[in-house]
């Protein structure tokens, strides 16, 4: 039986009969749903899933007229970063970043980047942040925003004031770490607006959240309270909220955003609460399982993220970068797994952006 | 990432329109479809052509909303995004941050 040369969730090179990516398709479709409570992609859109995954050529594309902007994480720290951020360790200054992304990577947007890429550590330079900004907007034509990751995590100690809630939890202090959770979710709304407003003020097209939600639920509350307070004080600022995961942790269980319990939503679900915050564009996850192939890796993102396209009055940006949005969990995830992957989500989930 | 991203599906960003949609996405909120009919009708062309760099080439140049090769005597950075603003009927805040620079005087 002749087998399709495809990828696992890895990166690494797999062969597939047609009846395994068939059921890998009908597996990945079948987990998203039943874990977000949602429909799963139709049996036409399967099988043109299964053309996707199975055609010969290294690299696939959307047909002509159905290209989408395209929007980024880290900015200028995937040319000068380490590979901490996948960058490529090129010592240049931020405004060669956006400009090579501009005029020779055909970037349809892009952001600028702190290189610890997290509103805490922002504070301490933000006048250098500004002042890059408008170095960098008086020469790019692109929308350019600020980037950065809310971050929760780096506000509890030893990194922050406030006392871990897993350790709290360990020694039973269940109340305690719920609190330091709300308390250091506070702190982050207001530090959100803080560097926001100021990113602002210096010209920024708008500011990407993202990896929202990486600290679990609080990390999310705290980042739709910034957005909201961001919000009110800039109302023609452009706002994006992206996701860390496919499903908010419940690491506090209980704490809501207008009176609503954010732990273990779905991306259909938190698109409303960005909605809510006044975002202007929402980044769906998928997270990518390791163990599986790409076709069941991508039927599963498709699924979650056309539900979440359904339902949303955002466009979405769909996050596919390594280990998100089907794409495997590598460094540098192959070109033909990727390609895949964008002309699934574009055809099939009707993303707007990726 | 971001290449295989492009050639897959991407705009192309001032190699065709794909800026000028994404502007109407993050400022509007506009979804794809709505978008690229907006700059379309701003640009006299067909939402087909905004990713056609053929077409979108020359009227970029001749509109002076920035190109993507380094051709001297054309707008650029801010000069450029102004003659955005003026197409899309937008407001870009670097824009009106030159203009508030500039009554400082």
């Given at each position: 039986m002749s087998k399709f040369c495809t990828r696992n969730g890895d990166g690494s090179t797999i062969y597939q009969t047609k009846e395994e990516i068939i059921q890998a398709i009908a597996d990945g479709a079948a987990d998203a749903a039943d874990m977000g409570g949602i429909k799963e992609i139709t049996s036409n859109e399967m099988e043109h899933l299964l053309e996707i995954i199975c055609t010969k050529n290294r690299i696939v594309s959307v047909e002509r007229g159905f290209e989408v902007p395209l929007s980024y994480d880290v900015g200028q720290l995937d040319m000068t970063g380490d590979n901490g951020n996948s960058g490529g360790g090129i010592p240049a200054s931020r405004l060669n970043g956006a400009l090579v992304h501009e005029r020779a990577l055909c970037s349809d947007t892009f952001e600028l980047a702190h290189s610890d890429y997290s509103i805490k550590p922002v504070k301490p330079v933000i006048a250098n942040e500004m002042n890059d900004m408008e170095v960098v907007q008086n020469n790019v034509i692109i929308p350019y925003f600020y980037g950065a990751m809310?971050?929760?995590?780096?506000?509890?100690k030893p990194d922050g004031p406030y006392d871990n809630p897993p350790d709290l939890m360990r020694v039973f202090k269940i109340e305690e770490a719920q609190q330091q959770a709300e308390a250091a979710a506070h702190t982050l709304a207001r530090d959100i607006e803080y560097v926001a407003t100021k990113i602002d003020s210096a010209g920024s097209d708008g500011f990407n959240f993202d990896t929202t939600g990486a600290a679990g639920d609080a990390d999310f509350v705290g980042t739709l309270l910034g957005v909201e307070a961001f919000r009110k004080s800039c109302p023609e600022a452009n706002i994006m909220v992206g996701m860390a995961g496919e499903s908010v942790m419940g690491i506090h269980g209980e704490i809501e955003y207008k009176g609503q319990i954010v732990a273990g939503t779905f991306p259909h679900q938190q698109v409303k609460f960005a909605e809510k915050a006044g975002a202007n564009v929402f980044g769906p996850v998928s997270n990518t399982n390791t163990g599986k192939s790409l076709a069941w890796n991508l039927a599963r993102a498709v699924t979650f993220v056309k539900a979440c396209s359904e339902t949303s009055n955002l466009p979405l940006h769909v996050n596919m970068g390594?280990?998100?949005?089907?794409?495997?969990?590598?460094e540098t995830p192959p070109i033909d797994a990727v390609t895949r992957c964008t002309k699934a989500m574009i055809e099939i989930a009707k993303v707007d952006g990726i | 990432m971001s290449i295989a991203h492009f050639v897959s599906g991407g705009m192309g960003g001032i190699r065709t329109a794909g800026d000028l949609v994404a502007r109407m996405e993050f400022g509007k909120s506009m979804r794809i479809g709505k978008a690229k009919d907006y700059v379309a009708k701003k640009l006299g062309v067909t939402a087909f052509d905004l990713s056609d760099e053929y077409v979108m080439r020359e009227l970029r140049e001749d509109i002076g909303?920035?190109?993507?090769?380094?051709?001297?005597?054309t707008p650029k950075g801010i000069a450029a995004k102004i003659n955005i603003e003026d197409l899309l009927g937008i407001k870009i805040n670097s824009c009106e941050k030159f203009r508030q620079y500039r009554a400082r005087k």
């Open positions: 809310p971050n929760l995590g780096t506000y509890f390594m280990g998100v949005g089907g794409i495997p969990m590598s | 909303i920035g190109i993507i090769t380094g051709a001297p005597s």
